[in-house]
């Protein structure tokens, strides 16, 4: 069958001639749909892009909201975890009054039943206001604790003059009291106090009022000072590199009474501390209120 033709006559405004352009049916009909055709993907494709706009504005939206609430949780984590370590530092502070008092300690496992609680840094997925509940029961336990003990201490300003309380020199605590490996022979060993280094000079100062009972020479401690605050409490101090003091002569706390040394045996410049009661030497780390907890 003989395909159909159209002629489309052009006329230009110029005085040009005509200009005729010859279309066949079948041409025309698929132009028309090829037409119609792009006109639906055009309208598809705008209703598409509609829905994708719409999604990601709503996208958008959810992950600000999602990082609010992280930064929400970051946040309540933080502070919680600040809020754990200041009740651990004063718990700590509290045992040590409560030693020096000679009152019972009160750790945490003597704290009512269903009231006892960790005090190590806490790892929290979401907000607990159970913890938070927790902590604000220990800060209460503690904050009774502490009552307690300016109740006691009120009337015991002598006692506490007397009493062992502070670092004796700045540095870093090398060796703790307890049993250790000798550093000169490997061997087991136990050590009957605190080894603090820093530089040879560093003053050292008194832990507490008290009178010198010692000063000189002793054995593997080289230049030792030791000072009596109390008919049970004593400090010594060895591995001096000078002494500042005489015996019989009353030093009150932070006063200088020696320099840190390595006279003696000793490995290096440092300064060897010693608490005793009742001539037994004992952990001095609960007599240092100006420092944190090792425990």
């Known amino acids: 069958m003989a395909d159909n ?21 079948r041409s025309l009909k698929y132009a028309l749909i090829t037409l119609t055709v792009l006109s639906l993907v055009s309208v598809a494709l705008m209703i598409h892009y ?26 309540s984590q933080q502070l919680t975890q600040r809020l754990n370590r200041k009740i651990s530092i004063l718990s700590d502070l509290s045992n040590k009054l409560k030693v020096m008092a000679g009152l019972p300690t009160g750790k945490v496992n003597d704290m009512p039943p269903g009231q006892k609680l960790g005090l190590g840094g806490v790892a929290m997925d979401s ?15 503690l904050e009774k604790s502490f009552g307690l003990l300016n109740e006691y201490f009120s009337n015991q300003q002598e006692q ?19 049993s250790r490996r000798n550093p000169f ?8 106090g605190l080894d603090i280094t820093t530089e040879k000079g560093t003053p050292v100062l008194a832990p507490a009022d008290g009178v010198v009972v010692f000063a000189g020479v002793k054995g593997n401690y080289g230049n030792v000072l030791e000072i009596k605050h109390s008919e049970e409490l004593s400090t010594v101090f060895g591995h001096l590199d000078k002494i500042l003091a ?38 001095p780390l609960p007599y240092i209120l100006n420092l944190e907890s090792f425990s």
Not at 8 to 24: D, W, Y
Not at 127 to 141: C, G, I, K, V, W
Not at 161 to 177: D, E, H, N, R
């Open 160 to 178: 506490l003059s007397m009493t062992p309380s502070i670092l004796p020199t700045q540095g870093f605590i090398s060796s703790f009291f307890g």
């Open 185 to 192: 022979t490997g061997s087991p060993d136990f050590h009957e």
């Open 127 to 141: 907000p607990d206001p159970n913890r938070l509940s927790q902590l604000q029961m220990r800060a209460n336990f």
């Open 5 to 25: 033709f159209y002629t489309i006559i052009i006329v230009p405004h110029a005085r040009t001639s005509l200009r005729r352009l010859q279309v066949s049916a």
């Open 50 to 75: 509609v829905k994708l706009y719409r999604q990601t504005r709503v996208l958008a939206t959810i992950q600000q909201e999602n990082l609010v609430l992280k930064n929400s949780l970051e946040k």
């Open 246 to 283: 005489k015996p019989g002569q009353k030093i009150k706390r932070w006063e200088t009474v020696g320099m840190v040394g390595e006279t003696g045996r000793t490995t290096g410049p440092h300064l060897h501390y010693e608490v005793h009661v009742a001539q037994q030497p004992v952990n």
